[in-house]
């Protein structure tokens, strides 16, 4: 059955709501005290970048915390060993995890590839919980979890170019509470968002070919529908808590409020507004190395909450220090309060993850 695919924000926006006015003045444009401090922790981050060939490929990156090295109030550096399939001034979106700490934070620039690569800033800005409280991302993995398909440890080549139907890809997806969605606008800007569901639900095999994601509710920025409407290419990174492989998919997805594709998607009675619609044109299941690197499921490398900052204190600072000088966002920076935010916060974490 044809699937309609939604063709402008008009379109959109009737279905998902409108951006609210001030969804990106918790976002900077360089990198403060809080993003140095997060990345200082951080030995793991997902890297979205638009290639040569207009495919998004994502990239797992790993370490000792620090991975991502800042080296300018808007520049980082990125791991030299990391191969990047992108020339100079190639959008790039990255997704930094803390390990213990609900909230990603990301970073969308330009790649620099002149001696060490760097991403060159455009915005930075700390992600909600809700992704990674949903997918249980941080949970301590099970007995089994380590138990993978038996994919050849360093790359996977053998499982490169297979598609959805491959038994080994199906029950990776049919197990995965996680995956890291990259796309880039019109404008060449490129973004990383994490989206978690319990498993099996955060990316629905539909077929061979097609994988369903839904639009929960996040943010509101819905940067990823948005960029979609624009330009077609999509890049997936899927993820299983206590496992080091990783599934990767890159080619084209649209918007789809279509009730075939949103019902089976449904979360304790609660069908998404949207979805999703991904055509693979590229599958490949491998061990990410970044991933044992980082000691990424090992919880005795968790970041103490006490030594990070608070994710409504960083929300506070980035909406006073976002420079928009538009009247409503002068308003907002006199009105932002960290404890009316806070109770806000935890009142949307534990009523409105679905």
Avoid at 17 to 28: F, T
Avoid at 65 to 74: E, K, M, Y
Avoid at 319 to 342: C, F, I, S, T, W
Wanted: glycine content about 10%.
């Amino acid at each position: 059955m044809p699937v309609e695919l939604m063709s402008d924000v008009d379109a959109l926006e009737s279905c998902v709501g409108e951006r609210p006015a001030g969804s990106h003045l918790k976002s900077i444009s360089y990198l403060d005290e809080h993003c140095h401090r997060l990345l200082s922790v951080s030995p793991f981050a997902v890297l979205g970048l638009a290639a040569d060939d207009g495919s998004i490929r994502s990239v797992a990156v790993g370490g000792e915390p620090g991975v991502l090295r800042p080296t300018d109030r808007a520049e980082v550096a990125l791991p030299g060993s990391v191969e990047l399939d992108g020339r100079d001034g190639a959008a790039i979106g990255v997704l930094s995890f803390v390990p213990g700490y609900r909230e990603t934070l990301r970073l969308n620039g330009r790649l620099r590839t002149a001696g060490t690569p760097t991403l060159q800033l455009e915005e930075a800005f700390l992600h909600c919980a809700k992704a990674l409280i949903r997918s249980r991302f941080w949970a301590e993995p099970g007995p089994d979890a380590d138990a993978g398909d038996g994919v050849a440890g360093g790359g996977g080549a053998e499982a490169e170019g297979v598609g959805l139907a491959r038994p080994e890809v199906t029950r990776f997806f049919e197990a995965c509470p996680f995956v890291a969605l990259s796309s880039v606008d019109a404008g060449g800007h490129a973004d990383a968002s994490p989206k978690g569901d319990p498993p099996g639900l955060v990316a629905r095999v539909v077929d061979e070919h097609t994988l369903a994601i839904a639009d929960r509710p996040g943010n509101r920025r819905t940067d990823t529908m948005h960029n979609l409407i624009e330009r077609d290419a999509i890049g997936l990174l899927a993820m299983i808590p206590g496992r080091d492989e990783v599934v990767e998919v890159r080619g084209r997805a649209g918007v789809t409020a279509d009730e075939a594709v949103r019902t089976p998607l449904a979360v304790n009675g609660k069908v998404p507004t949207a979805a999703i619609l991904l055509t693979a044109e590229h599958v490949e299941l491998r061990r990410e190395p970044a991933i044992a690197d980082a000691g990424l499921w090992d919880v005795t490398r968790h970041a103490d909450p006490a030594m990070l900052p608070k994710a409504t204190r960083v929300w506070v600072d980035h909406v006073k220090r976002n420079d928009d000088p538009g009247l409503a966002a002068k308003a907002a920076r006199r009105a932002v309060n960290a404890g009316m935010l806070e109770r806000s916060i935890d009142k949307d974490y534990r009523e409105n993850l679905y």
